[in-house]
């Protein structure tokens, strides 16, 4: 059976990936942000996810205002990197899984959510940057370390969906996931965000204070997270802070409760709030003998790791 082990949240800046191709990750204003998420590289590389369901939204580059989708999923065999207006980025095409992809397109539209099905696709941005974020610099000719499903998500243009939408689309996707007969170690990305306003009188707009509220209840209480009207993201956190929204199908998909392994935040990236987490799924093996011997639930974090362990040494 298919899992997904945790869930990544990560902002997706488009000057992160520019400082990325041109070499300036050394530079004091860029190795702040960079140096962030050194620790979850690591983490990545010990976890090694065969697949990556990544919802993002596109920035007019697949679609255009005259054709947004709410909800569009990647079901090709590849997805090859967008044009923004400087070319390409120099990273390598995006692999998908359509096997999985069509599962999870299946199962989600029989629970009732319409998705678009998307056959051909190209990734912007809003995809290429918390890759690289959390797989490092990949060169253009060789491969990024797991295959990927897109997801994307209108958050461009009025009306998106609400954050509830999101969460139980969240949970449309993890049933999905584990209805899927292969063993695969799945994770999935919620990107975007988080406080930022790019034009308009309140142009550079970032409240630290909403952003960690929202890091918070997302590891410990998103129940408090599904209920924020759209106006509220707009008036607290700015207009494409809207984006958050993504964060909550990627929550959606994971345990009720969570180990949170990793955050970090820093201000600003360009005119964005950069935030990052990390929220893991206890073991499915914990958690059964948890409830098994009704044991309290500080020792099942115990039991995870040693079901961890057990698997690194089988
Ligand atoms: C910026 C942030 C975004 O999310 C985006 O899509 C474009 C630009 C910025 O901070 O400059
Ligand atoms: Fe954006």
Redesign the pocket.
């Given at each position: 059976m298919a899992r997904i082990v945790a869930g990544i949240g990560s902002?997706?800046?488009?000057?992160i990936g520019a400082a990325l191709d041109n070499g300036k990750t050394e530079e004091p204003y860029w190795k702040r942000v960079f140096s962030g998420f050194e620790k979850s590289q690591a983490w990545m590389r010990e976890t090694k996810p065969d697949v990556a369901i990544i919802v993002y939204?596109d920035?007019a580059s697949a679609f255009s205002v005259e054709m947004i989708p709410t909800f569009a999923l990647g079901c090709a065999a590849e997805f090859p990197p967008a044009d923004e207006g400087w070319g390409p980025r120099p990273v390598p095409v995006v692999k998908g899984h359509p096997a999985l992809a069509s599962h999870i397109a299946q199962s989600v539209i029989l629970d009732e959510f319409d998705l678009t099905i998307c056959n051909k696709m190209e990734v912007d941005?809003?995809m290429t940057v918390p890759m690289n974020l959390l797989f490092g610099k990949v060169d253009k000719n060789a491969h990024w370390p797991c295959l990927v499903i897109p997801l994307a998500v209108n958050v461009v243009m009025y009306p998106p969906p609400t954050g509830h939408r999101c969460y139980m689309l969240g949970r449309a996707i993890r049933k999905a996931v584990e209805s899927y007969p292969e063993d695969l170690k799945v994770v999935i990305f919620g990107t975007?965000?988080l406080s930022?306003q790019?034009s308009g009188p309140r142009a550079g707009l970032i409240n630290s204070k909403w952003d960690k509220n929202f890091l918070d209840n997302l590891s410990k209480n998103p129940q408090k997270l599904v209920k924020i009207p759209h106006i509220d993201y707009m008036r607290e956190a700015g207009a494409?802070g809207i984006?958050m929204v993504m964060w909550l199908i990627m929550r959606g998909a994971l345990d009720d409760k969570v180990d949170e392994v990793y955050r970090f935040y820093t201000v600003?990236?360009?005119?964005?709030a950069v935030g990052h987490i990390i929220l893991a799924n206890r073991s499915r093996a914990a958690r059964k003998s948890a409830a098994k011997s009704k044991r309290p639930a500080g020792k099942i974090k115990r039991a995870a790791a040693l079901a961890k362990a057990d698997r690194v040494r089988s």
């Open positions: 902002s997706h800046v488009p000057a939204n920035h941005h809003g975007g965000g930022h790019i494409e984006e600003p990236a360009s005119n964005t």
